[in-house]
């Protein structure tokens, strides 16, 4: 299975974002599940590419070329996929993914996987939607979703394929199952 999983390339000032991220690449290689994500060598992005390599998995980066001309391509990827620009990079992360990761992050972050909630909602995509909920980092998200659906603009059954982990266990379980929820 691909997983493509959405962070920063930065690592944040929590040193359990590196702890968190390096369990959770650890996984997707020893698992015999392969990465997708956004390409670079920095930060918690790169932490992950290198723990998913370090276990013996496949990582695959998709990067604009703009970010490779700054230096930011991790240079010992399984495969490097180039594209013009951002919105490119997206559909090719959603193209390549059987299961989609976010994992505590910035602006960028939110914007794909926001995308991939969409299309999941939309019923355009029939994949687990996931946010790792490390600590709490997607309450204010989750409030969200749920103020959407009081307010009549969602509904529980559009927004049934979006799951809040709060776990690694949690991530397993539901990816393994290729659940759209969990139970």
Not at 14 to 31: F, N, Y
Not at 75 to 90: F, H, Y
Not at 128 to 142: A, F, Q, T, V, W
Not at 156 to 167: E, T
Request: charged share 20%; proline share 3%; hydrophobic share 40%.
């Amino acid at each position: 299975m691909n997983i493509t999983v959405y962070l920063g390339a930065s690592t944040g000032n929590d040193p359990v974002l590196g702890t968190a991220v390096r369990e959770l690449g650890s996984w997707i290689g020893k698992s015999g599940h392969s990465l997708v994500y956004g390409g670079s060598k920095t930060g918690l992005m790169g932490e992950l590419a290198e723990s998913v390599l370090n276990a013996g998995g496949k990582v695959t980066g998709v990067e604009p070329q703009f970010f490779i001309d700054e230096g930011f391509a991790y240079d010992d990827l399984t495969e490097l996929i180039v594209t013009k620009d951002m919105a490119e990079r997206k559909t090719k992360m959603i193209e390549l993914g059987d299961a989609f990761i976010a994992f505590p992050g910035g602006t960028g972050t939110l914007e794909e996987i926001a995308e991939v909630m969409a299309k999941v909602s939309l019923g355009q995509l029939d994949a687990p939607c996931i946010l790792y909920n490390l600590n709490g980092y997607y309450e204010p998200l989750r409030a969200l979703l749920e103020t959407m659906i009081k307010k009549g603009l969602s509904t529980a059954n559009r927004q049934k394929g979006i799951c809040f982990a709060a776990s690694l266990q949690e991530i397993q379980y539901i990816t393994e199952n290729r659940l759209l929820t969990l139970p």
